[in-house]
């Protein structure tokens, strides 16, 4: 009953960001940079909701005032998303695969995403200049270095391309923290971790009619301090001090 229960609030919620953001995008123009603003804290007030009626817990270490920043955080699961939006409204930036997916595609075309095509050297200039627009209008831009989410065990390298845009607009870098800390009352292991890791070819329907049935979730997301783009040589540089950062507070699941 509690699971069918939660799938019905958060398939409401859903279509409540289907109507709202369909509103939105109605009243404002297309490719506006005010239509991304306004779906992103569309987005963040959904979110907060449904990790309620999911009962995902955070707790958000040293919050702070977060405006134009291009945040970086390690990636385990869609719920991240939530997370992350909840604390503070976001444009997110994703692979162009994830626009094609059905049902996430339209989500996340609704929620303000921006798409890049990560292995394509010829687009990668435009994309990057794409994001740096966004930035300088006065929204967060989130990145997963990662390029995908993972099982938990360790992080990946992060990938130094979309730095380059955070340099250019001369805006901090934000490295953020997710940890998973327990779930039904245990803590996260490999033994149930898949209860939250969404990652590989993992389908996500399934995947969240067992996330609606587990108990409560409790996780961290830890904002360190910004970094001064301008003050680093290069994406590498950048890069390598928000992995050693976001790394250093990272919890492998084991």
């Known amino acids: 009953m509690k699971k069918i229960l939660r799938l019905v609030l958060v398939a409401f919620f859903i279509l409540c960001f289907f109507v709202f953001g369909s509103v939105i995008t109605i009243i404002t123009p297309k490719n506006s940079l005010k239509r991304k603003l306004r779906l992103s804290y569309m987005v963040s007030m959904i979110s907060r909701w449904i990790l309620k009626f999911l009962s995902i817990e955070v707790e958000v270490i040293n919050k702070q005032e977060v405006k134009s920043s291009f945040i970086v955080a390690n990636h385990l699961s869609y719920i991240d998303i939530f997370i992350i939006c909840g604390a503070y409204p976001c444009a997110f930036v994703t692979s162009i695969e994830m626009k094609k997916t059905l049902f996430l595609g339209q989500i996340t075309s609704l929620a303000g995403c921006i798409f890049v095509e990560r292995r394509s050297r010829d687009n990668i200039h435009k994309e990057i200049q794409k994001i740096k627009d966004v930035l300088d209008y006065g929204l967060n831009i989130v990145v997963f270095p990662e390029a995908t989410s993972t099982n938990g065990e360790q992080m990946l390298p992060f990938k130094r391309s979309l730095f380059e845009s955070a340099m250019l607009s001369g805006c901090k870098t934000r490295p ?79």
């Open 176 to 254: 953020l923290t997710l940890n998973y800390k327990t779930i039904n009352g245990e803590k996260l292991s490999k033994q149930n971790r898949d209860l939250i890791c969404w990652y590989a070819d993992m389908e996500f329907a399934p995947h969240l009619l067992t996330l609606a049935g587990q108990g409560k979730i409790t996780s961290t997301l830890m904002t360190h301090d910004a970094l001064d783009s301008t003050e680093f040589n290069d994406t590498k540089e950048l890069r390598d001090k928000a992995f050693d950062i976001i790394s250093k507070h990272y919890e492998k699941i084991v």
